[in-house]
C-alpha cells in the first residue's frame, strides 16, 4: 500500500507540525561525529527474512526528496511480522521506529516511502524485522544525500 510521506527535517519541534521527522540535523551531525563503536560480529540467522532497498538506489547520487522502498523476503512457510519492524538511525542507533509508523504502513511485503526530505550529508540505517519463526533478519545501509 503506497502512503504519501513528506518528511520534513529541521529544528521545528514534532508535535507542533503537521509533517514528521525522520532525524533532525542535530541528530545527523552528532551521529557522523562519533566514534564508530564496537560491535560484535554475529552470523545472521538460518533462514532469517532478508530486507532489500529497492530504492533509491545507492549506485547513483541521492537527493531530497526521495523515495524509499524497502521489501522483506521471508523463507517460506514463515512470514514476516509488521509489528516486529524496526528503524535505528545512525552510529547512536537512534530508534525511529515510531517516527516512520505515524505516516507510513508497514506491511508483509514491506515498506513504501513516497517522498523522503532528509538533510543533505551522510546517513546510516539499521532496518531490523522478525519472522513467525522468531528469526531476525537485519540490513544496515549507509548513504549520503547531496
Known sequence: MKKILTLIVSGINVAAFAGQLLVSLEEMNASNSAKPALT?????????????????????????????????????????????????????????????????????????????SLPKGKHKLLMVVEDTSGRRGNKTIEFEVQ
Not at 560480529?41 to 541521492?62: F, G, N, Q, Y
Open 40 to 116: 560484535a560480529k554475529s552470523v545472521a540467522s538460518k533462514d532469517a527474512p532478508l530486507i532489500e532497498l529497492s530504492a533509491p538506489k545507492l549506485s547513483a547520487p541521492i537527493t531530497s526528496p526521495t523515495p524509499i522502498e524497502l521489501r522483506f523476503q521471508p523463507t517460506p512457510p514463515s512470514a514476516v511480522k509488521p509489528e516486529t519492524f524496526k528503524l535505528l538511525y545512525g552510529s547512536f542507533e537512534i530508534d525511529i521506529t515510531k517516527r516512520i509508523l505515524n505516516v507510513a504502513k508497514v506491511t508483509e511485503s514491506g515498506v513504501y516511502v513516497q517522498e523522503a
